[in-house]
Structures are given as structure tokens and as C-alpha cells.
T-cell receptor
């Protein structure tokens, strides 16, 4: 069974609009971390934001916020005020204690002017 | 500058010709990993290492070898490459713990003819 599910292969948004990229996860470990990475067309992996399973508040980093709903096991990435440079592939990932980082299959975001 | 470096960045080779992709990090990280990225499949872990002389298989280890003789280096070896190993490869490193960010190298695009 997939541990990280990203159900949106592609998303389209206009500049300055907000967009939500979905991510659900599956774990029975009480201690885990959730990560989002951005991969532009140039190929590098860029860390965006992290949420710990025990964190009480949703993580935020600039225009990125993570909508963490623990009971639903979802960790959606919200990008506010989209920019053309946000066009990229976005990966959700999870790490349980003592294990590797497991990635979803990614969502391609296209931002148009 | 803290970084993970990989070489070569691009490689075209032929079936059966042994090759090594080098990976080095200058952050004194204990954990190092190799991933491959294929369209529609996200990143899948090949091998990982928790410290010097400690390595273990990831999700897709077949056809690959690794070694960790020094903390900073974690080469990926393909003894007899095959076309199904054509992929984008990433090396990554991090300190221990659930919460810590994983730093990625720039990627190596390998084509096996």
C-alpha cells in the first residue's frame, strides 16, 4: 500500500491566486515528519516546508503553509499568491522514526499569467 | 558552502559497462541515501547508509551496489548497467532524527543504451 498519496497529477492556477496541493499519508507510527519539496524543470530538489506529527500548529514558510489534519492523515501544501516561478513538480514525503524519506508521485503545478 | 555534490551530472553509457556515480557531502551527516526518479513514480530509495560501514537496501536495490568507507562519500555502483536503469539519480544526506531536512545533490541523469 502506498504510504504517501498525491492524487493530483497536474494542477493549473493563475498568477496571484492561491493553490492547494493534496497529500495524504498512511502510518501507524505516532512519531513522523512530513515534508514538501519543489522540483523545477532544472531538476534540483528544493526543500519547502516541514511538519512534525507532534506539532500543534500548522507550519508556515513565507508563501507556503502546510494544512495538517492529523485525524484525516492529510498534509496539504498551500501556496498563496502564486508566481510564475512556482511552476514545478511538488513532492510530498514522510519519514517515520528510523526509516527513510518516502515520497509521493508528485503533482505538476503550472502557473499562468 | 554546505552541499551535496554528485558526479557526473550526465552520463550516457552502454549495457554492461560498469560505472560509478560519486556522492560527497561536507556537512558531517550520518545518513546518506540514493534515490532514483522515474516519470510517474516519484523518488524511490535504492540504498541508504546510517554511518560508515553501515548500509542497507531501500525499495529498489537490484542492480546497484554502494559503499560507505568514509563519512562524507557514498558512491553508487552499477556493475552491469541495463537500459531499465536509465533514470535520474539523486544522492541525499541528513543528520539523524525524524525531523531533519534531507539535503539533495543536483542529480545525475543516466542513460543506458
Amino acid at each position: 500500500a502506498q504510504k504517501i498519496t498525491q492524487t493530483q497529477p497536474g494542477m493549473f492556477v493563475q498568477e496571484k491566486e492561491a493553490v492547494t496541493l493534496d497529500c495524504t499519508y498512511d502510518t501507524s507510527d505516532p512519531s513522523y515528519g512530513l515534508f514538501w519539496y519543489k522540483q523545477p524543470s532544472s531538476g534540483e530538489m528544493i526543500f519547502l516546508i516541514y511538519q512534525g506529527s507532534y506539532d500543534q500548529q500548522n507550519a508556515t514558510e513565507g508563501r507556503y503553509s502546510l494544512n495538517f489534519q492529523k485525524a484525516r492523515k492529510s498534509a496539504n501544501l498551500v501556496i498563496s499568491a502564486s508566481q510564475l516561478g512556482d511552476s514545478a513538480m511538488y513532492f510530498c514525503a514522510m519519514r517515520e522514526a528510523g526509516t527513510a524519506l518516502i515520497f509521493g508521485k508528485g503533482t505538476t503545478l503550472s502557473v499562468s499569467s | 558552502e554546505a552541499q551535496v555534490t554528485q558526479n557526473p551530472r550526465y552520463l550516457i553509457t552502454v549495457t554492461g559497462k560498469k560505472l560509478t556515480v560519486t556522492c560527497s557531502q561536507n556537512m558531517n551527516h550520518e545518513y546518506m541515501s540514493w534515490y532514483r526518479q522515474d516519470p510517474g513514480l516519484g523518488l524511490r530509495q535504492i540504498y541508504y547508509s546510517m554511518n560508515v560501514e553501515v548500509t542497507d537496501k531501500g525499495d529498489v536495490p537490484e542492480g546497484y551496489k554502494v559503499s560507505r568507507k568514509e563519512k562524507r562519500n557514498f558512491p553508487l555502483i552499477l556493475e552491469s548497467p541495463s537500459p531499465n536503469q536509465t533514470s535520474l539519480y539523486f544522492c541525499a544526506s541528513r543528520v539523524g532524527g525524524v525531523t531533519n531536512e534531507q539535503f539533495f545533490g543536483p542529480g545525475t541523469r543516466l542513460t543506458v543504451l
